[in-house]
């Protein structure tokens, strides 16, 4: 077959992979830094101006707080203006995994110098590297810093003038530190690597590559805040310990990733394909860019035993070193290229079956934010201030502007006071009360209840029924009311008062007024499923 023609057959196998692959990852949205992101977007639209202190929270109102991912933010209000629901978020989704792949497989391409190992190679890399990287194709900052990086690796790959590429990597890197600050070294460290490696082929002068290497990182400089973000960013680095819920954005690697039933088969795939390339690319390397290469992948690999978010550049960095894994088989290319595919398939197959895989389908996912419950207390306006589960403080901020949250997922805001108080609050229920009483917090907006490692219910820990109403229910979600007189009208009529009510007995059980909560309860969400009684239980 011509050259022209088997190179166009691999370019729309590139394609094809990756369209699939993005096709697969359209789903409802279950991101939920997205919401807080797009009304960042949408004031910075509508105000010209950047968020340097906080007007979303009652808890830190008026406390200095930048938005380093500002670009990333506007991007993402343009989508939300796209269609109701969040529905173009969903379907960007897929667009990233797209870009993603279709950048990974011009990099391969680029990088093997021959067609049937690059055609090897993106029959086995591609699925391989959406399963490991499934977890982190999510509609975040990071991920848009991702599709930069990769486009700069693609770039430096090919063949052409190496100050040119410098030039368009700088260009890259200001992009890059605009989207997200906090990403941004890891763009760097990919710009700081190719320029070295084009050093060390002879494309660029030392003086050129010390010199390009000056420059990259002042493309920090290159955004609104400057040095600003840098304060933010290192305390926010040491002090991760305070979030009262664990952050997997700062996770290390640990035992939990290699467990089926939360990763699936992501970690015990990219364990021995890692070490696998690793000692390949070490053995066959023979000039100092691939020395060099080795080592940066090497570095980035061990970045990810600190912080596992990394997974997605690690995999990036380990895309030069394939090709030198491939060539030991290319007695046997065409072979293996079949053999590529049925296991890539198999291994795909498995992956998509998993139950954490998030579900088909456009819009916000309901079953994990508080969607009625926010419409519910928007519609009845009860007594402010709002208190609210973390993970739903972002969506809150977006839909339900009327009520600042108490807390939300920004760690840069929280981590020097605010969560040191909360986590002291959560150990007895009078710190919890005092907690509330006094940040006046008179709604709150929480998970279900469940049962504390103490044996005392969650919902007579924090919100007692002497105290707090249950007045409403979706599938995600509980809203409980402070019994204060401006609640009364509204606890009144809505209130749950033998729904999770576990300090009721059942011989005290009105069952009349239990089905009629029951019926009020499916009426007011139809596709929650704790509304109707477990088989063998009647509530």
Request: aromatic residues 12%; contains cysteine.
């Amino acid at each position: 077959m011509e050259l022209a023609g088997r190179r166009g057959l691999l370019m729309k196998l590139a394609v094809l992979l990756a369209l699939l692959f993005g096709a697969v990852s359209v789903a409802y949205v279950s991101e939920t830094d997205i919401f807080m992101q797009k009304r960042a977007g949408e004031e910075i639209v509508q105000t010209h101006h950047l968020q340097r202190v906080d007007s979303w929270t009652t808890t830190k109102a008026g406390q200095p707080w930048r938005n380093f991912q500002w670009l990333s933010t506007v991007v993402f209000h343009g989508l939300s203006t796209l269609a109701d629901d969040y529905k173009a978020v969903s379907v960007f989704r897929g667009l990233v995994v797209f870009l993603c792949l279709l950048l990974v497989n011009w990099c391969l391409v680029s990088a093997s110098r021959d067609d049937y190992v690059a055609t090897l190679l993106i029959a086995a890399f591609d699925p391989v590297f959406y399963v490991v990287c499934s977890r982190r194709f999510q509609v975040r900052p990071e991920m848009l810093v991702f599709l930069v990086t990769a486009l700069n690796a693609a770039l430096w790959l090919r063949e052409g003038r190496a100050q040119a590429k410098a030039l368009t990597g700088l260009a890259l890197l200001v992009v890059a530190a605009n989207l997200h600050a906090g990403v941004f070294p890891l763009a760097l460290f990919t710009q700081l690597v190719f320029l070295w490696a084009a050093h060390a082929e002879g494309g660029l002068s030392t003086r050129a590559a010390t010199a390009w290497s000056l420059a990259a990182p002042l493309a920090f400089l290159c955004t609104p805040f400057g040095t600003d973000t840098l304060a933010p960013l290192l305390t926010l680095a040491r002090n991760t310990s305070y979030l009262p819920s664990a952050n997997e954005d700062m996770w290390p690697l640990r035992a939990r990733h290699f467990d089926f039933s939360y990763a699936g088969l992501s970690f015990w795939v990219w364990v021995p394909l890692t070490a696998a390339t690793l000692a390949t690319a070490a053995r066959a390397a023979r000039s100092r860019r691939d020395r060099l290469l080795t080592l940066a992948a090497a570095a980035m690999t061990a970045g990810v035993f600190l912080r596992q978010r990394l997974i997605v550049f690690q995999m990036l960095s380990l895309v030069p070193l394939l090709p030198a894994t491939a060539r030991l088989a290319t007695r046997r290319t065409r072979q293996l290229v079949a053999a590529a595919f049925c296991a890539a398939g198999a291994l795909f197959a498995i992956h998509v079956q998993h139950p954490n895989i998030r579900a088909f389908g456009l819009g916000v996912d309901r079953r994990f934010f508080p969607v009625r419950s926010a419409e519910f207390v928007r519609s009845e306006k009860p007594a402010p201030a709002l208190t609210n589960n973390m993970l739903f403080g972002p969506y809150l901020i977006d839909r339900l502007r009327e009520y600042p949250v108490a807390l939300d997922q920004r760690e840069d805001l929280y981590v020097h006071d605010f969560y040191p108080e909360f986590v002291a609050a959560q150990e007895t229920p009078a710190r919890f009360k005092e907690f509330l009483a006094r940040h006046r917090l008179n709604v709150a907006i929480e998970k279900y209840p469940g049962v504390r490692a103490t044996g005392l219910g969650e919902r007579q820990f924090k919100f007692p029924i002497a105290e707090w109403a249950l007045v409403f229910m979706d599938q995600a979600s509980v809203v409980y009311l402070r019994r204060v007189a401006a609640n009364e009208a509204i606890i009144r009529k809505w209130e749950y008062r033998l729904l999770f009510n576990s300090t009721v007995g059942d011989a005290e059980v009105d069952r009349e007024r239990l089905l009629a909560e029951r019926r009020h309860c499916v009426e007011n969400d139809p596709e929650n499923p704790r509304c109707a009684p477990a088989p063998g239980q009647e509530r």
